[in-house]
């Protein structure tokens, strides 16, 4: 039996990340691939969702490859993945898988993340998940390795099974031979500096762009952004046991407090 | 020394929410507000920032306390909270609350949350953070008995400190006086059943709303949602520890099994 894999993606169902990952998994031959993704790029979109306009669906068709199905949907990568589980696909994927994104999705930076939060609605309607992407590279070459990295993890994660609430977050460094390996790892932190630029319009009115530099900290052994730096493929389990339990105790203290009053 | 807080919101900066919170904040006399908010509603956007366009800041002044100074911002809640921190405001607040939302932001809801994605973005700044929302209420009286509980709770939990990378997330049901404590509770869980109604438009084709209808499940004892549903105003520890570290020995033998192929 084939393993049906949703795939989808925030850069859009054009982007050569989404197609390429869908070909080599096609060609594999194990696999069942389900095309569904947003009509253009949605980077940074976090988990938003669509509620007060209707979403639209269009059939899409690929030269490169005639047997391969998608589905644009002007939407965000979250209304892709919960429109297809529950009204577009006959029958409910094995499997979610988002990416191949062209740029890195580490650390603190999930949180921001389109291509993340597709895997994260894979995860809330009870299906594994996988998001990956590309830290650097921007070759054919670098999706394709990338695509076969996770055509050969998807048997042995299918046969181990991932526990409830969780999704792998891969982030795939540049330089195809030359990467070291995989390692399990821990998110990391991203911290920015000077995160705004303000300048003056020909109007004279001010306006802000989106900047900031990345700032270099030292980053623990096993964080993704280390072992990204150092050449290898980091995958990190990322759950949603969002109850911060330790504080329990201490809440139940505070409120006390303020019912004395 | 006053409290300065950063007031902020996902219905817009003309809610009546957020105007009724940073009212009643300020009468208190112990806090100085600054309210930096979207310029319009911006539900369901999750944790979205603006990349690729500018951001535009407008002053707006509230005719009912011209004490009060805001700006409105063309951007997402987290959007605001990043400008406000590293552009707009002079210092640096000592806390973020987002709110008061129209609508409850109850359990696994909270990752789909404009509202919340406000606080998570104060938490990612460093510094300590709520979100408050009401359940069902829309009455002057619900929104000022909710100011009021938070208006309480402030001065303590300044005093105690949050745990770091830790926000609150309170939601207050509708009922005023006959709203029957405060607890500490835990995320519970929120499930849909036909989330999306499909129809044809007047030239033939499909589109989708997103719809789903609530499923009501048995709660745990102290999940937010039954804490609110029993008539109690919940107050929810979140973190961002995402990483599944009971997780990390499995994944590494599962990439083992990869590496060895």
Redo the contacts between chains.
Sequence with gaps: MAIKILVTNDDGIHAEGIQLLSRVLFEDGRYRIMIVAPDHER??????????R????EQVNFLHNPALKGWSVNGTP??CV??AV??LLEEKPDLVISGINRGSNLG?D???SGTV?AA?EGV?LGLPAVAISLTGGKESSDFIRAAE?IR??IP??MD?G??GG?L?NINVPPGGNSIR????T??GTRRYRN??D??TDPRG??????AGELVEEEEEANSDVRAVGEGYIS??????N???????P??????A???R?
């Design positions: 980077s940074a979109v976090g988990h938003a969702i669509t509620m007060h209707p979403l639209r669906v979250s209304d919960k429109l529950e009204a603190t999930v949180l921001y939060s994260v809330i990295f050969d993890l042995p994660l181990a991932l526990p969780t792998l390996g995989a390692r399990a821990r998110l995160s705004f303000r300048r009115l001010t306006y802000y762009w989106l995958v990190t389990p990322i759950h949603f969002l109850t911060n339990e330790a504080m329990i201490d809440l139940e203290k505070l409120i407090r303020v019912s009053r």
